[in-house]
C-alpha cells in the first residue's frame, strides 16, 4: 500500500516540541529581543530536532513584507561593487537579515527589472548602487512604502538616503599627484560623461586642481565613448601617433578599466609606463584587465559604503516615520604604484 508523505515541520510543531506558545516560537524567529534566553534556547533546540524551515512565503504574506534587504547595483564587473555587496552583506547579517543581491550588468533597463522583482518580493528595504538618475525606479518603490538608499549616486533628493565617495575629490586627488610627480602635461581621459555622475565630478576635480595650480602644468581632456578598456585603447593610439613633445607625460584614466587600456596601448606602441608617461586610475577597480604595470589609483570605500548604506536603511525600517534622511560622503585614498612611480 502507498504510504503518504510525511509533511515537514511546522512552527506549531516546534512550539510543541519547546514546551512554548506558539507566538514564543514566533518571536524567537522574528522578535528574539523579546523573549527569554531559556525560551530561545529550547526553541533552537527544538528546531534542530525537528529540521524546521522557516517558510519564507508565509511569512511574507502574513507581514506584508520579508525580512530581506535587497541590493541592486549596476555591474559586478567593477569591483568597487564587489566591495560595496560585502560591506553591506556584513552589516546586514550583524543585524539578522539575509541580502539578495542582482547585478544590471550596465543595463538600465534591466536595473529597472531588478528593482521591480525585489519589490514584488516584498524586500523589507533595498539598496541601490546606479550610475545614472533612477528617480523612476525610487519612485516604484516609495510607491510599495519599501524603503531605499542610494549607493555611489547623488540624485539630490531630500527625502531619500544616499551614501556617495567624494568623487569630485577623487579627480582632485588625481591631479594633486600627477603633479606631485613633475608631470607637466597632464591628460585627463574619460568617456559616458552625459550619464555618468561619478565621470562628471571627477572632471570637475581635476579642473579645481588645475585651477589652483595656476599655470603649473598643461590640461587637456579627452573624450572617449565609454569607460572600457577598449576605450583606453583608442585614447592610447591617439596619443601614440603624436610626436615625443607633443605627447602628455601624465593621463588619468576615468576608471581603471580605461587606465588599464591606456598601459597596454601605450605599452605596445613602444611607450613605457611609467618612464615616458605616468598613467593611473581612478576608481581601484582590481576586476580591471590584467594591466602589466601595477596601476595607481583612488580608493572607493567600497565596503564602507555599503555598510554605511545598510545602517541607514534599518534605521528607516525601524523608525516607524521618525527616521532623518541623510547624505553620508566618505573620503577617497589615492594608492600609489608602479604605473606612476618607479620602485
Known amino acids: 500500500m502507498p504510504t503518504r508523505t510525511q509533511r515537514p515541520p511546522r512552527l506549531r510543531d516546534v512550539a510543541d516540541r519547546a514546551g512554548v506558545s506558539l507566538g514564543t516560537a514566533s518571536n524567537v524567529l522574528n522578535h528574539p529581543e523579546r523573549v527569554s534566553a531559556a525560551a530561545i534556547e529550547r526553541v533552537r533546540m527544538a528546531i534542530d530536532e525537528l529540521g524546521f524551515v522557516r517558510n519564507a512565503n508565509a511569512s511574507t504574506l502574513a507581514s506584508g513584507r520579508s525580512g530581506a534587504l535587497g541590493l541592486v547595483v549596476i555591474n559586478l564587473s567593477n569591483s568597487m561593487f564587489v566591495d560595496v555587496a560585502r560591506g553591506a552583506q556584513a552589516a546586514a547579517r550583524a543585524a539578522g537579515h539575509n541580502l539578495l543581491l542582482a547585478d544590471s550588468a550596465d543595463d538600465f533597463g534591466a536595473q529597472g527589472d531588478n528593482v521591480d522583482s525585489f519589490n514584488e518580493a516584498r524586500v523589507a528595504g533595498l539598496l541601490l548602487a546606479p550610475m545614472q538618475d533612477s528617480s523612476e525606479h525610487v519612485a516604484r518603490l516609495k510607491a510599495r512604502q519599501t524603503p531605499v538608499v542610494l549607493i555611489n549616486y547623488d540624485q539630490g533628493d531630500d527625502n531619500l538616503c544616499t551614501v556617495v565617495v567624494d568623487n569630485e575629490q577623487v579627480g582632485y586627488l588625481a591631479v594633486r599627484?600627477?603633479?606631485?610627480?613633475?608631470?607637466?602635461?597632464?591628460?585627463?581621459?574619460?568617456?559616458?560623461?552625459?550619464?555618468?555622475?561619478?565621470?562628471?565630478?571627477?572632471?570637475?576635480?581635476?579642473?579645481?586642481?588645475?585651477?589652483?595650480?595656476?599655470?603649473?602644468?598643461?590640461?587637456?581632456?579627452?573624450?572617449?565613448?565609454?569607460?572600457?578598456?577598449?576605450?583606453?585603447?583608442?585614447?592610447?593610439?591617439?596619443?601614440?601617433?603624436?610626436?615625443?613633445?607633443?605627447?602628455?607625460?601624465?593621463?588619468?584614466?576615468?576608471?581603471?578599466?580605461?587606465?588599464?587600456?591606456?598601459?597596454?596601448?601605450?605599452?605596445?606602441?613602444?611607450?613605457?609606463?611609467?618612464?615616458?608617461?605616468?598613467?593611473?586610475?581612478?576608481?581601484?577597480?582590481?576586476?580591471a584587465g590584467d594591466c602589466r604595470v601595477p596601476l595607481t589609483s583612488i580608493a572607493m570605500k567600497g565596503q564602507e559604503m555599503g555598510a554605511a548604506a545598510v545602517r541607514l536603511l534599518l534605521d528607516e525600517m525601524n523608525r516607524d516615520g521618525d527616521h532623518v534622511h541623510q547624505r553620508v560622503v566618505l573620503t577617497p585614498e589615492l594608492i600609489v604604484r608602479g604605473s606612476t612611480v618607479l620602485p
Open 177 to 287: 599627484h600627477m603633479l606631485d610627480i613633475g608631470c607637466r602635461r597632464i591628460v585627463f581621459a574619460a568617456g559616458g560623461d552625459e550619464y555618468y555622475q561619478p565621470v562628471r565630478l571627477r572632471r570637475r576635480g581635476a579642473r579645481r586642481a588645475m585651477r589652483e595650480a595656476a599655470g603649473a602644468a598643461s590640461f587637456e581632456e579627452i573624450m572617449a565613448d565609454g569607460v572600457k578598456e577598449a576605450d583606453g585603447l583608442t585614447v592610447a593610439r591617439q596619443i601614440a601617433g603624436r610626436g615625443p613633445d607633443t605627447r602628455p607625460d601624465g593621463i588619468i584614466g576615468v576608471s581603471d578599466s580605461l587606465a588599464s587600456g591606456l598601459v597596454e596601448g601605450l605599452s605596445e606602441a613602444g611607450i613605457t609606463v611609467p618612464d615616458e608617461i605616468a598613467v593611473m586610475g581612478c576608481d581601484r577597480n582590481s576586476s
